[in-house]
């Protein structure tokens, strides 16, 4: 089963403003990833951040971690057409494992 | 420094052929993972292979699926006696070694008429 979901499924805006994207988890995680995927294309990876982080920053994003919660945001600041895309988080399968699993992800459309 | 390449990028099969998807990892790198992506879907583990072995196999179907990652040569996701259902992207990734953060190929379409 999957591991994280994303929410909202669909979100629409217009350039400039501010994405926000969650996604909530159900076991204990040692790292949670954010990729991003463009239509017709592979999963580009955007951010890690370890359970003992709660924020990290890479230029217009901004993610938080709350492991009380079980969740996580991504945050995209002053948005633009060319972030439309797919947003996934990926969490460790299980106990120990590396291998990320993925949402369904976040459709996001900005426009211009 | 090339990224993981894959193919075909699409590729058509009738019920009951085989297809054959190849993936080179990124140089340097000696860990292979295969998912499967359905449309609107999350991407789904399949496999994960370091050269000559397979690791874990817990996300491929136990009937006419098979992967290897041979010495020499791309890993190879092989699907025996294809179905409708079959029809997905499939995406393979790579690392070199056991870190979190995989990088992902183009995918290979595959569509079963």
């Known amino acids: 089963s999957q591991q994280g979901e994303e929410d909202p499924q669909a979100l629409s805006i217009q350039e400039g403003e501010n994405a926000t994207m969650n996604c909530s988890y159900k076991?204990?995680?040692?790292?949670l990833q954010w990729y991003r995927q463009n239509s017709g294309r592979g999963l580009v990876h955007l951010i890690l951040?370890?359970?003992?982080?709660r924020e990290k920053h890479s230029g217009r994003l901004r993610v938080t971690l709350d492991t009380s919660k079980k969740s996580s945001s991504l945050l995209i600041t002053a948005s633009r057409a060319a972030d439309t895309a797919s947003y996934f988080c990926?969490?460790?399968?299980?106990?120990?494992?590396?291998?990320?699993?993925f949402g369904r992800g976040t459709s996001l459309i900005v426009h211009p | 420094n090339a990224g993981v390449m894959q193919n075909p990028r699409h590729l058509v099969r009738r019920r009951g052929q085989e297809a054959r998807l190849r993936c080179s990892p990124m140089?340097?790198?000696?860990?292979v993972y295969w998912y499967r992506q359905l449309p609107e879907e999350g991407l789904k583990f399949m496999v994960y292979?370091?050269?000559?072995?397979?690791?874990?196999e817990s996300g491929m179907p136990k009937e006419r699926f098979s992967a290897e990652f041979p010495k020499e040569g791309p890993s190879i996701l092989r699907i025996q006696q294809v179905v409708r259902g079959d029809s997905a992207a499939y995406f393979c990734?790579?690392?070199?070694?056991?870190?979190?953060?995989?990088?992902f190929g183009p995918g290979t379409r595959l569509l079963v008429l």
């Open positions: 990734a790579s690392s070199p070694g056991t870190v979190e953060t995989q990088y």
């Open positions: 076991t204990s995680i040692n790292n």
């Open positions: 951040i370890r359970s003992n982080e």
């Open positions: 990926a969490t460790p399968a299980s106990g120990g494992s590396y291998i990320p699993t």
């Open positions: 140089k340097g790198h000696s860990h």
């Open positions: 292979l370091q050269k000559e072995n397979i690791i874990d």
